[in-house]
């Protein structure tokens, strides 16, 4: 009688930690849950990898803009970052560093 005892406590506890943590690992089989649409790849609401043709794009449109002077190599550098924020503060859109969609329209690009 005294072992049952015993295990009814860590047999509680092991069952309430199932029942915790099952739901949060389930959310981690759903990643359209996870990834807001539009958000930029790289972000906290979009963890996937930037696609390097398409940041060569947003390059290549920031120095026709006259916001960056760096290589259009497709890499999403701190540079290329702030020549975003520039743009994003000369036209009054939010200020992030991010690709958005406004900004990928205000480089007339069809970026989402």
Known sequence: MKT????????ILLAGTCL???PALGQADKP?????EGAPAGTASNPG???PDQIKKVQQALI???FYSGPVDGVMSKSTQ???RTLQKSKNLDVSGNLDDKTARE?????N
């Open 4 to 11: 049952s005892k015993h295990l009814l406590v860590p047999t």
């Open 20 to 22: 915790a943590v099952g």
């Open 32 to 36: 359209s849950e996870r990834v807001k």
């Open 49 to 51: 990898t930037p696609n």
């Open 64 to 66: 026709d803009k006259g």
């Open 82 to 84: 702030e020549a975003i």
């Open 107 to 111: 480089l007339g690009l069809g970026i």
